[in-house]
């Protein structure tokens, strides 16, 4: 039952990470002044700063969707999650304190309000930080559990 819990997680996951890497894949390909604005914590160009995002997020969804191995699936949803975590700890240090712009100008093109939409992608990063990381510990505790039939014959 949790396994398939597990897999349905991976695909929510990797639906929601191709919707945001193409998002930035259009905000990255737009013409908008912020584009070439830097990003206040790495100091990459915004422009570059999306498609890098932008394929790592395409590169995990489309291991979500494609690749056989859960393990690996969820560890790449993780080490995601963690690295987007890291990245909005590090916003906080060098003070910033706009919305982020994970899914670039498109949410101007949208109408959507800046603050709804970081709002939504912190509420993201949350699923998949505590999704991954409950299920890597599931899928852990499972690799290590002994079943009890085992425990008696060993005796």
Same mark, same amino acid.
């Given at each position: 039952?949790?396994?398939?819990?597990?897999? #349905?997680?991976? /695909?929510?996951?990797?639906?929601? @990470?191709?919707?945001?890497?193409?998002? =930035?894949?259009? $905000?990255?390909? %737009?013409?908008?002044?912020?584009?070439?604005?830097?990003?206040?914590?790495?100091?990459?160009?915004?422009?570059?700063?999306?498609?890098?995002?932008?394929?790592?997020?395409?590169?995990?969804?489309?291991?979500?969707?494609?690749?056989?191995?859960?393990?690996?699936?969820?560890?790449?949803?993780?080490?995601?999650? #963690?690295?987007? /975590?890291?990245?909005?700890?590090? @916003?906080?240090?060098?003070?910033?304190? =706009?919305?982020? $712009?994970?899914? %670039?100008?498109?949410?101007?093109?949208?109408?959507?309000?800046?603050?709804?939409?970081?709002?939504?992608?912190?509420?993201?990063?949350?699923?998949?930080?505590?999704?991954?990381?409950?299920?890597?510990?599931?899928?852990?505790?499972?690799?290590?559990?002994?079943?009890?039939?085992?425990?008696?014959?060993?005796?």
């Amino acid at each position: 039952m949790k396994l398939k819990i597990i897999h #349905t997680f991976t /695909l929510t996951s990797g639906l929601v @990470l191709i919707i945001t890497a193409f998002a =930035k894949f259009i $905000s990255a390909s %737009g013409s908008a002044h912020i584009l070439k604005g830097y990003d206040p914590s790495l100091g990459i160009q915004y422009k570059h700063l999306f498609l890098i995002v932008g394929i790592c997020e395409l590169f995990v969804a489309l291991t979500c969707f494609f690749n056989r191995h859960t393990v690996t699936k969820v560890i790449l949803i993780s080490w995601l999650s #963690t690295m987007l /975590l890291v990245y909005r700890i590090s @916003l906080l240090f060098v003070r910033w304190d =706009k919305p982020c $712009s994970c899914l %670039g100008t498109l949410t101007g093109a949208l109408h959507i309000p800046p603050q709804t939409a970081d709002t939504f992608m912190k509420a993201v990063l949350i699923y998949l930080l505590i999704g991954s990381y409950v299920s890597l510990f599931w899928l852990w505790r499972q690799n290590y559990k002994v079943p009890s039939e085992a425990t008696s014959l060993a005796r």
